[in-house]
């Protein structure tokens, strides 16, 4: 709803109410000059209500886009309509000018407290007031990309995740809507356990040994109002101790922590690389897998039986742009061959694609960190190019229902439910692409977004290379 008291203390203040901290997901318009001429503004209209005209409507059936009106009410989509006869008296509107109409994306394995460093544990230097600041410009900058939820696969520290949820679900600043993780608990020698025998060190782990140590932390974290709470089954390829092929959680281990999540209600996300680690995490019911980059046909036969339960999420592209694209930061493509990353590219990928044939639900993830040069994940290997978007768009629909938090099953209500073309009705932002014009302005809940190749996307914010109008309205 628009929160007119709200820009009136702004006012009052002296900002301008379309400042960058003043827009957010609770209906405040944060508009370019040069869409505000397209926008029917007129005093005394109510701003939840917005009918787009003139758009491509994406609407995530599968179905070739179309030209139409969409009307907003509220976080709802009210109507979608084909061609330009629907009208709605008293409401603002906003002409797409031929754009392209489509729901907000989703990053199923977001890290939004991991900061743009070449190590982890440099993580483990930054100060939690600073850490806070870093963590909710990420969020903007995600935003900005076109996302507009996210599901946390760790947290850095402890209450990273669950402030950031707060604030944006409170409207105090621009950002997906997040479900909060806990950091990611590991055991000694796993992923995660930066420690010298003769130094403490830290990064975005907490190290533990034994279902006592794994419990209580899962209480304390439970107790701080995480929605996830996160596990590292398996070991890495990044971790000499504990590769990938290593399984170094024991069974009570994990039933520790998923007794938690049960007790309270929270669901639980594991890092699985290998089939074991699969298989372990099925039988103690982690709801969230990771990875899964070396599962063996019997851990596809359990996922398989599992399918309408789980969701799997294979994070290919962070393994791809380690292998390739992490020159910058000090690992050459050898140095990512030498680690086994090849061969567990060429292995996820196939793997995926079984999965997805058996009816596992694949959750594409975008990139690991929000100023990444480019977008790849899923539909790079499933999808034909011309294909891509719809594809996407039609799994993310029929999967937004059953997604953690955002429908029927999910623990969250209100603005975080739903996706646009779910049964439950509620509108996950429609973005709308000015047609080859380059704009740009803010978005938190309305937004417009470029339909463009997943590849071919630049998200880093310095260069301004794709600039992008925004709305607000839920």
């Not at 292998?323 to 793997?351: C, S, V």
């Amino acid at each position: 709803m628009y929160d007119v008291d709200r820009l009136r203390r702004a006012k009052e203040r002296g900002k301008d109410p379309a400042h960058p901290v003043l827009a957010s997901n609770r209906g405040n318009f944060a508009l370019d000059d040069s869409i505000r001429t397209h926008l029917t503004c007129s005093p005394g209209l109510p701003m939840n209500r917005i009918l787009f005209t003139d758009v491509n409507v994406l609407d995530g059936s599968g179905e070739q886009p179309f030209r139409g009106r969409v009307l907003v009410e509220g976080n709802r989509i009210a109507q979608v309509v084909a061609g330009q006869a629907l009208v709605a008296p008293n409401a603002q509107v906003v002409d797409g000018r031929g754009g392209t109409l489509m729901p907000g994306l989703i990053e199923s394995h977001s890290h939004l407290t991991f900061l743009d460093m070449a190590r982890s544990i440099d993580l483990g230097f930054v100060p939690p007031e600073e850490h806070m600041l870093m963590t909710v410009v990420n969020a903007k900058r995600l935003l900005d990309a076109g996302f507009t939820s996210c599901l946390s696969a760790a947290s850095a520290k402890p209450r990273l995740d669950v402030v950031l949820r707060n604030a944006v679900d409170a409207g105090d600043f621009p950002g997906p809507r997040t479900l909060a993780a806990s950091p990611e608990m590991t055991v000694t020698a796993g992923l995660g356990d930066v420690r010298l025998r003769h130094l403490f060190r830290q990064n975005f782990a907490e190290v533990l040994d034994g279902p006592l140590e794994f419990r209580r932390f899962s209480r304390e974290m439970v107790r701080e109002g995480v929605d996830t709470l996160k596990i590292n089954i398996s070991g890495d390829a990044g971790t000499v101790a504990s590769p990938s092929r290593a399984t170094v959680m024991t069974e009570a281990e994990v039933d520790a922590v998923c007794d938690v999540a049960r007790a309270h209600g929270k669901r639980v996300a594991a890092h699985v690389r290998n089939g074991e680690s699969v298989r372990m995490a099925l039988r103690h019911g982690v709801d969230i897998l990771y990875h899964g980059n070396l599962v063996d046909d019997e851990a596809c036969a359990a996922l398989e039986a599992q399918k309408d339960r789980i969701f799997f999420a294979p994070t290919i592209g962070h393994t791809y742009t380690t292998l390739y694209e992490a020159l910058p930061w000090g690992i050459t493509t050898e140095m990512g061959k030498a680690r086994g990353l090849d061969q567990e590219l060429e292995r996820g990928i196939a793997n995926m694609k079984a999965l997805k044939q058996r009816g596992v639900r694949v959750e594409p993830q975008w990139r690991e960190r929000p100023r990444s040069r480019a977008l790849r994940e899923t539909p790079r290997f499933l999808a034909d190019r011309g294909d891509r978007r719809r594809h996407e768009a039609r799994r993310r629909t029929d999967d937004a229902r059953r997604r953690p938090g955002s429908g029927e099953d999910g623990l969250r209500r209100g603005p975080a439910a739903g996706g646009w073309g779910s049964a439950s009705g509620r509108g996950d932002s429609p973005g709308c692409r000015q047609a080859g014009r380059n704009h740009e302005g803010r978005r938190v809940s309305q937004e417009c977004v470029e339909t463009i190749e997943a590849d071919e996307v630049d998200l880093c914010p310095p260069t301004n290379r794709h600039r992008r109008l925004r709305f607000e309205t839920s």
